[in-house]
C-alpha cells in the first residue's frame, strides 16, 4: 500500500524558513516522480513543484521559484520542501503527492503551514 | 498559464439522481485531463485520469469525457460517500492548473 506521510509543518514567522519532510513507503521511491500540492484554507488547490524520479530535474511555480527548493533522498525514501522566505500567502496545507497516471495518483494527509507574526 | 474554468461552483442532488461536472480548458491540453474528489477534512483522491479512464478501486458509477476542450465528470445514481469538492487537473503543461472546485451536496 502506498503511503506519504508529511512532517515539519507548524507556525513560523514571514521572512522565515521552514523544510518539509515526506516519508514514502509501500512503493519503490526512485522510480516515481513526486511534487508538492497545496491548498490555502477554505481554498482550492494548488500546484507547487515537482521532481524527477532521479532529481535531476525541478519544476516549481512562479509564485514560489527561487524562494522554494524541492529535493529528495532516494536512499531514505524522501521527499523535502525547503521554503524560504516565507510569505503570508504561503499559508496552506501542504501535500506530498506521488506522480502516476492522473499526474498526482497517490497524495499525503497534508501538513499545515502558517506563516504569521 | 492555461485556465480551467469548472462549473457549476456547487450543487445539490438527489440520492439515485444523474450529476455532471464540466471544466473548460482556456486551450487544447488533449487528455491531459484528471478529476479528484476531496472529501471534508482529507486529502484529494484521483477518480479519472486521461480524461475518460477510470482510477484503481473507483466505482463505475463514475466517469469521464471530452468535447474538444470541455471536460466531463459523470455521476451515475448519486449515493451518500459522493458527496465532498470535486476539482479538474490540466497536466498538459506547467503550471499545472486546477480548476476553482465544485461542492456536491445532498438535497
Known amino acids: 500500500e502506498v503511503q506519504l506521510v508529511e512532517s515539519g509543518g507548524g507556525l513560523v514567522q514571514p521572512g522565515r524558513s521552514m523544510k518539509l519532510s515526506c516519508a514514502a513507503s509501500?512503493?519503490?521511491?526512485?522510480?516515481?516522480?513526486m511534487a508538492w500540492v497545496r491548498q490555502a484554507p477554505t481554498k482550492g488547490l494548488e500546484w507547487v513543484a515537482t521532481?524527477?524520479?532521479?532529481?535531476?530535474?525541478?519544476y516549481y511555480r512562479d509564485s514560489v521559484k527561487g524562494r522554494f527548493t524541492i529535493s529528495r533522498d532516494n536512499a531514505k525514501s524522501t521527499l523535502y520542501l525547503q521554503m524560504n522566505s516565507l510569505r503570508s500567502e504561503d499559508t496552506a496545507t501542504y501535500y506530498c503527492t506521488r506522480v502516476g497516471y492522473g499526474l498526482f495518483a497517490y497524495w499525503g494527509q497534508g501538513t499545515l503551514v502558517t506563516v504569521s507574526s | 498559464d492555461i485556465q480551467m474554468t469548472q462549473s457549476p461552483a456547487s450543487l445539490s442532488a438527489s440520492l439515485e439522481e444523474i450529476v455532471t461536472i464540466t471544466c473548460q480548458a482556456s486551450?487544447?491540453?488533449?487528455?491531459?485531463l484528471s478529476w479528484y474528489q476531496q472529501k471534508p477534512g482529507k486529502s484529494p483522491q484521483l477518480l479519472i485520469h486521461?480524461?475518460?479512464s477510470l482510477a484503481d478501486g473507483v466505482p463505475s458509477r463514475f466517469s469521464g469525457s471530452r468535447s474538444g476542450t470541455q471536460y466531463s465528470l459523470k455521476i451515475n445514481r448519486l449515493q451518500v460517500e459522493d458527496t465532498g469538492i470535486y476539482y479538474c487537473?490540466?497536466?498538459?503543461?506547467?503550471?499545472?492548473?486546477f480548476g476553482a472546485g465544485t461542492k456536491l451536496e445532498l438535497k
Open positions: 486551450q487544447d491540453i488533449g487528455n491531459y
Open positions: 509501500g512503493f519503490t521511491f526512485s522510480n516515481y516522480g
Open positions: 521532481i524527477s524520479y532521479d532529481g535531476s530535474s525541478t
Open positions: 486521461s480524461a475518460t
Open positions: 487537473l490540466q497536466h498538459y503543461s506547467a503550471p499545472y492548473t
